[in-house]
């Protein structure tokens, strides 16, 4: 599994598990940790294949 597929993986769960949880604080920090892999997988996109 490369780092994007990582990635990606880690948003969807992030995303998904955000609207399951009841838990203000614990969605709020999924969001933000699914905001962050977001980031970095514009940053890994961006990059020339080396």
């Not at 838990?23 to 990059?47: H, I, M, P």
């Amino acid at each position: 599994m490369t780092r994007i597929d990582y990635l990606r993986e880690q948003v969807a769960r992030a995303e998904r598990l955000a609207k399951a949880i009841l838990d203000q604080q614990t969605s709020e920090r999924l969001q933000a940790f699914a905001a962050e892999c977001r980031a970095e997988l514009q940053v890994l996109n961006l990059k020339p294949a080396a």
